[in-house]
């Protein structure tokens, strides 16, 4: 499985973006897939998750603030991310993963670089 992810960049806080990730390749029936992030020397964390089932699962720093959708016909998914903070900042990765799980992480893709200004 291979994940192209797309839409990082720079905004001011309180702005927001709109990440985007398509997976090609051997796509399973049941799966999940989601954004993990890694701040600079901090540790890599999850940030949302969504199966194809459509039931999602969010870090508590996000909840309220970011969604994560995906279109299992385009094997695609999506994070906006509203209300952005500083401490958002971050590079985000788009993982997938095989079967009933909400940490995703059998494949990844290139990281996308987010920079929130306070």
């Known amino acids: 499985v291979q994940l192209q992810a797309s839409g990082g960049g720079l905004v001011q806080a309180g702005g927001s973006l709109r990440l985007s990730c398509a997976a090609s390749?051997?796509?399973?029936?049941?799966?999940?897939m989601g954004w993990y992030r890694q701040a600079p020397e901090k540790q890599r964390e999850l940030v949302a998750a969504?199966?194809?089932?459509?039931?999602?699962n969010y870090a508590d720093s996000v909840k309220g603030r970011f969604t994560i959708s995906r279109d299992n016909a385009k094997n695609a998914v999506y994070l906006q991310m509203n209300s952005l903070k500083p401490e958002d900042t971050a590079v985000y990765f788009c993982?997938?993963?095989?079967?009933?799980?909400?940490?995703?992480?059998?494949?990844w893709g290139q990281g996308t670089q987010v920079t929130v200004s306070s």
């Open positions: 993982t997938y993963g095989r079967g009933w799980t909400f940490r995703p992480a059998d494949y």
């Open positions: 390749g051997t796509i399973s029936s049941i799966n999940a």
């Open positions: 969504i199966r194809t089932s459509d039931s999602t």
